[in-house]
Structures are given as structure tokens and as C-alpha cells.
């Protein structure tokens, strides 16, 4: 089945860590987002890929960082720099990479629920 | 600026009942997008509608009905006949063409469907 896996489902961080959030997707789309819910709030998007080996930062990218090495595949690396990481987070995406991605439906993986200890 | 309202926080309504879900947006252009979402306690985002700035006409899948109204800036959310799957919160969101890449969403409403 196509569709999008986020790997993990929980996941816990010591202060001072570096944990990177994995997101797969097999429908062959080019563009790839990662968005941050936090309790009782909407999204916020945290950076964004149109294309493999292009990325975009959004509007809360400082602490986190991404790659897109491969088409299929865009890991969120959440840095000590990120002073409250303890949150929900979600990847998307979408088929286009070029001007209309941002017109397309973005598609959603399950989440990883991160938490601080 | 952009925006997207969604003033229910929370809506509680029994079984059966029907509930509207509202969303009223702000934009500048004249060619945009709207979308809902649904996102159960489970946490995903499942996507529920698109709709075109040029498509008013409204729109049923089954027991969910969308009022597009560009008059009002609104595009609304009915559900008919509710049950209590239905409980989650709902997004809408909004996209433009030609806007550098985001979809701006509403904080979400709460729905919970009591038996």
C-alpha cells in the first residue's frame, strides 16, 4: 500500500541530545514537509522540500535540521539547540516539487510523539 | 496577512445530531485553496477536502456536506447524522498560488460525539 511510515511512534530525549525523526514515503511524490503540533494548537511548519537535495526552512526551523538524499525519504534531525522540543510531529507531502506544490493536498504520516525528559 | 479562523474551540454534541464546523479565511488573492482535515485521537491527518476559489458549488460525501461561500470568506463543515467516529478535530486550511509554500491552517475545532 502507498503511504507515508514515520518511524518512531514515541520517542524520549535527555536534555542535550540530538534524536533524528524518520519519515518514508512510497507514493513517488516530490515534495516533503515536517510540521510541529503542540497541545491544543495547529501546525507549524518547521521546514519544507520541493525537490531531493533542495530543503527550505519554515517558519520555526531554528533547533531542527533535514536532508533529502533520496526522494523517498526526508529525517528531521531535532538538535540540542531546540529548546523545547517535547512535542507532536508530522511529515507530509505532496506530488508536485515545482509551482504548484503549494496548491497540491498534503498527505500525512501517522506522527512522533517526542518527549523531553 | 493571511488567516485562517476557526472560532469553535470545542463542540459537543449527542449521537445522531447534525453539527456544523465553521472556517472563515482572509486572503488576497483571487485564486486559492481550501482544504479540511480530519485528525482522530490517534493523531494522524487524514485529508477530507480540496476545493478551488473557483468552485462554489457545495460539495457531499455521504453523511459530510462543505458550504463554500466567497461572499462570506467562509467554507463550512457539516456533518449529518453524526456518530461518535466522528469525534476528532477538524482543520481547515488555506493555500495560494503564487505564495511562497504554506498551507495556513486554523487552530482546529474539537468535535466530540457523545452516545
Known amino acids: 500500500d502507498g503511504g507515508i511510515t514515520q518511524s518512531p511512534k514515541y520517542l524520549f530525549r535527555k536534555e542535550g541530545q540530538n534524536v533524528t525523526l524518520s519519515c518514508e514515503q512510497n507514493l513517488n511524490h516530490d515534495a516533503m514537509y515536517w510540521y510541529r503540533q503542540d497541545p491544543g494548537q495547529g501546525l507549524r511548519l518547521i521546514y519544507y522540500s520541493q525537490i531531493v537535495n533542495d530543503f527550505q526552512k519554515g517558519d520555526i526551523a531554528e533547533g531542527y535540521s533535514v536532508s533529502r538524499e533520496k526522494k523517498e525519504s526526508f529525517p528531521l534531525t531535532v538538535t540540542s539547540a531546540q529548546k523545547n522540543p517535547t512535542a507532536f510531529y508530522l511529515c507530509?507531502?505532496?506530488?508536485?516539487?515545482?509551482?504548484?506544490?503549494?496548491?497540491?493536498?498534503?498527505?500525512f504520516g501517522p506522527g512522533t510523539r517526542l518527549t523531553v525528559l | 496577512a493571511q488567516k485562517v479562523t476557526q472560532a469553535q474551540t470545542e463542540i459537543s454534541v449527542v449521537e445522531k445530531e447534525d453539527v456544523t464546523l465553521d472556517c472563515v479565511y482572509e486572503t488576497r488573492d483571487t485564486t486559492y485553496y481550501l482544504f479540511w482535515y480530519k485528525q482522530p485521537p490517534s493523531g494522524e491527518l487524514v485529508f477530507l477536502i480540496r476545493?478551488?476559489?473557483?468552485d462554489e458549488q457545495n460539495e457531499i460525501s455521504g453523511r459530510y456536506s462543505w458550504n463554500f461561500q466567497k461572499s462570506t470568506s467562509s467554507f463550512n463543515f457539516t456533518i449529518t447524522a453524526s456518530q461518535v467516529v466522528d469525534s476528532a478535530v477538524y482543520f481547515c486550511?488555506?493555500?495560494?498560488?503564487?505564495?511562497?509554500?504554506?498551507?495556513?491552517w486554523g487552530a482546529g475545532t474539537k468535535l466530540i460525539i457523545k452516545p
Open positions: 507530509a507531502s505532496s506530488m508536485s516539487g515545482g509551482a504548484s506544490y503549494s496548491t497540491d493536498t498534503q498527505y
Open positions: 486550511a488555506l493555500s495560494e498560488v503564487y505564495s511562497n509554500y504554506q498551507l495556513i
Open positions: 476545493r478551488n476559489s473557483f
